[in-house]
């Protein structure tokens, strides 16, 4: 006779026990708004003036093609292989004579190879940024320097500015009453809004970071991206700033920023700080990167290539300047960058660049709202035109598909007065 069987119904497993929260930086840190419009605008046939591109048609192909094959065929077994953190020595003089050129005594022990600039700036910012420090900015200001901020967990403080740039005596009382860790700026050709500081507040803010005990992060991207006007000096080169100035530099803009190569100078306590920092992140930057930059360095005329690249960029900045008028709406407004890769407009009353941006994207044409560069009072007319990306007829067709967004999409209800301006 066979055992009865079982009829129990089998018990439920137990569901599983979540896992711990994401860290509070990362869930409170908002991804960046221009990443997501570029890849709206990947599409063919788009022309944007959203991504600060470099024009993929004037990198030097063949010239870092022949650096690369230098590199992998002279020291092939260096160029494959583990490097120091601090950066290849030959890269960094390189760096620190370029430096030098431009008027800042700099040698290679003041520098450390970063992967692009980005990567200097989360390095400083990991050494001197605990959470709740204060970090003073400009209003508006680089977007990615928001979220490297933020992500410290740092309370981030606008300073007054004008079409000029950072106010020094608003600068003196903010720093007064709020006791910040730095001051992080784009003085030259800033980003969003194409500016430049002058000579004159530089040195004042120089001398306020000095008497009033500040680190300065000075951001310098498009430096050499000049197309008229004076050279300005560098903030790290006033009295007052040498012993609290850390420099940010990048080939991103003028050799390509495929090779992810940036740099830092700064004072030795702080540079060791970052080298330890950076050993955490990645050990160090490409060796074959390294090495095969600074083998272009040797053997091409970057100044050369650049020339080049500014005489181009200056018939697109004009271009653009010359067909906003009939792209934007009567009574806008926008500035005319002396360098760089940016123009700042301001829409009249009664407009919302955000709003207009989907009526534009339908146009296969792009811009960035300018709402997200603010660290405060955010100005929702505002947008950030790039126009490095595309050809003068590019540009000019890209603005007629703007206009004509902007004549088909009716004007948002107005913002009323325009808030900390």
Avoid at 183 to 195: A, I
Avoid at 300 to 316: C, E, G, K, S
């Amino acid at each position: 006779m066979r055992a009865p069987v079982s009829r129990r119904c089998p018990v439920p497993a137990a569901a599983p026990t979540p896992p711990p929260a994401f860290a509070t930086r990362a869930t409170s840190t908002e991804g960046s708004p221009v990443r997501e419009i570029l890849a709206l605008t990947e599409r063919p046939g788009t022309i944007s003036f959203a991504g600060g591109l470099p024009a993929p048609e004037l990198f030097d192909t063949g010239g870092l093609r022949a650096a690369y094959d230098t590199a992998l065929t002279t020291t092939p077994r260096r160029a494959l292989q583990y490097s120091t953190t601090e950066g290849a020595p030959e890269l960094r003089e390189a760096v620190a004579a370029r430096a030098t050129a431009r008027g800042l005594p700099t040698g290679a022990d003041d520098v450390l190879i970063t992967s692009g600039s980005q990567q200097a700036l989360t390095l400083v910012t990991t050494t001197l940024i605990e959470p709740g420090d204060v970090v003073l900015v400009e209003n508006p200001t680089y977007l990615a320097a928001l979220q490297c901020f933020g992500l410290a967990g740092a309370r981030v403080v606008p300073v007054p500015c004008d079409e000029e740039g950072i106010l020094p005596d608003a600068l003196d009382t903010i720093v007064a009453r709020e006791r910040p860790k730095l001051l992080y700026t784009v003085p030259t050709f800033q980003n969003p809004t194409g500016r430049t500081l002058p000579g004159t507040r530089r040195a004042a803010v120089a001398r306020t970071a000095a008497r009033l005990g500040l680190w300065l992060v000075e951001d310098d991207p498009y430096g050499e991206l000049r197309y008229e006007g004076a050279h300005v000096p560098w903030l790290a080169a006033h009295p007052g700033a040498e012993d609290r100035t850390a420099l940010l530099g990048s080939f991103s803009k003028i050799m390509a920023p495929g090779l992810r190569l940036g740099w830092l100078r700064a004072p030795a306590a702080l540079r060791r700080h970052a080298v330890v920092a950076k050993q955490a992140a990645d050990l160090h930057t490409s060796t074959v990167d390294q090495l095969a930059a600074a083998h272009y360095l040797g053997a091409a005329d970057l100044d050369a290539h650049v020339a080049t690249v500014r005489t181009a960029y200056r018939d697109r900045r004009d271009a653009l300047l010359t067909g906003l008028g009939d792209a934007l709406p009567a009574g806008s407004t926008w500035n005319r960058p002396e360098g760089g890769m940016f123009v700042w407009a301001r829409l009249p009353e009664g407009h919302d660049a955000t709003a207009l941006l989907t009526a534009a994207i339908s146009r296969q044409v792009a811009f960035v709202p300018g709402s997200p560069f603010f660290a405060a009072h955010p100005d929702p007319r505002t947008l950030r035109l790039s126009f490095t990306t595309h050809t003068p007829q590019e540009i000019k067709e890209g603005l007629r598909r703007l206009g004509t967004a902007i004549q088909g999409a009716a004007p948002g209800p107005g913002p009323g007065p325009d808030p900390g301006r």
